[in-house]
Each structure stands twice: as C-alpha cells, then as structure tokens.
C-alpha cells in the first residue's frame, strides 16, 4: 500500500557535524517530496522540497537527495546547530481524484543535537 | 509563505461536548485540509476543505464526526463532535496553492485538544 517511512526514529547527533535523515517511500508516481521540522508545541515548518525530475535540491545549510531508483529520499543538515533540534518529517504527494493531490507524511525522525 | 492562525491553541474538554476549531489565513488561497496529529505520531490528513462545497474526506474519517466548513477562500472551521478521550490529539490546518499538490503547504500552529 502507500506508505512513507523514516528509517531511524532517532538521531543523535554533536553540535557542529553533519545530520542525515531518511525516508523511504513506496508510490514510484509520487512526483513531488518536501521536508518539514516540527518543534515541541508548533506546527511543521517548511524546510525545502524537490520534484521528481530532480535528484538533488540544496538550500541554506540543507540538502535533499531524491534516488527514484530506490525510492529513497535524504535530507542532509551540515554543520548541525543546537537550534535544529527537532521532529523531521518526510511528506509525499500522492495523487488523488479530480487530478487533485494530496501530502502522505512519514513517521518522523526526532534529531537531537548534543552540545 | 501565508501567515496561518488557529483557534483555540488549545482547550480541555469533556467527552460528549463538541469543539469547532477555526483557521484564518491572511491571504486568499486554493486548497484548505485539516490534520490529526496524534501524540507522539506523525500527521494524517482528516479532509480537504473545499469552498462552496462538501469537504473531501479521507478513509476512516466522516463528516458526522468531523463536520467542515470552507465559506470563503481565507478560513475554515473543523468541529470534533461528541468527543472522546480517543480524540485528544493535535489539529492542524494547512493550506497550499496548487490542486495537484505539487507545491508546498504551510501549517498552522496546530490546536492542541484534551479529551478527559
């Protein structure tokens, strides 16, 4: 069935190295995948997205890895900061009726940043 | 990105009562759905709000329980009925500018709701 799934539950990481995060998912028509961060009391905040007819998008300090191949996706922090600290979640966008679509989440990966 | 707002941010609440959550968006935009986030879980999509008509509703969620409405283009209200502890979660309402999902949605700060 359609399914979006994170590999690690949680990720532990020291101040100042990289953080990757995973997820996996299972619909080969999805066509477009976005990351979000939650912190503790507010909603998930838009962190960066990628096409399907891409295989990697770079913002500040993030980039997000699309392997179609495997169904893979990534999302890679450098020089990870207290401030990252938080759930990640994956998202795909599953196509509904009406040409309509709509966000499939993962399970999340909660990061933790050590000092 | 659109500025979203919800009301309550949160609000305890007694099994059998109802509660109708509202999200107002500074902006015009196309697609409106409401979220249940359980706690400690990821988000699942309740519905999609459309203006003018029935919300769409996802598999194992219905309108009785779950009644919408969309009167306009900038709010949306979502209503837990006859509530029980079951529903305490977090209700989120996004919203997103393309039909076919293929652009980001913006997420509210969510309403956190505790069924006792």
């Known amino acids: 069935g359609e399914s979006v799934g994170l590999h690690l539950p949680t990720l532990s990481v020291q101040e100042g190295d990289n953080s990757i995060i995973n997820c996996a998912y299972s619909n080969s028509a999805s066509d477009y995948f976005i990351w979000y961060k939650q912190e503790s009391g507010k909603g998930p905040q838009f962190i960066i997205d990628?096409?399907?007819?891409?295989d990697k998008r770079q913002g500040q300090r993030v980039t997000v890895l699309l392997n179609k191949t495997v169904k893979h996706l990534s999302l890679q922090i450098a020089a990870t900061q207290p401030g990252d600290s938080a759930v990640y979640f994956c998202a795909e966008n599953i196509k509904g009726s009406s040409n309509t679509g709509k966000l499939i989440f993962g399970q999340g990966t909660t990061l933790q940043v050590k000092p | 990105s659109a500025v979203i707002s919800q009301k309550p941010s949160r609000d305890i609440c007694q099994r059998g009562t109802s509660l109708t959550i509202q999200c107002q968006v500074d902006s015009q935009v196309t697609m409106m759905f409401w979220y249940r986030q359980q706690p400690g879980q990821s988000l699942t999509l309740i519905a999609t709000?459309?203006?003018?008509?029935?919300?769409?509703?996802e598999s194992g969620f219905v309108i009785d329980k779950f009644p919408i409405s969309r009167p306009n283009l900038t709010f949306s209200t979502l209503t837990v009925s006859n509530m029980s502890p079951e529903d305490s979660s977090i209700y989120l309402c996004?919203?997103?500018?393309?039909?076919?999902?293929?652009?980001?949605?913006?997420f509210g700060p969510g309403t956190r709701l505790l069924v006792l």
């Open positions: 996004s919203v997103g500018n393309d039909k076919r999902g293929r652009e980001t949605q913006y």
């Open positions: 990628i096409r399907s007819n891409m």
């Open positions: 709000a459309n203006q003018g008509s029935e919300a769409t509703y």
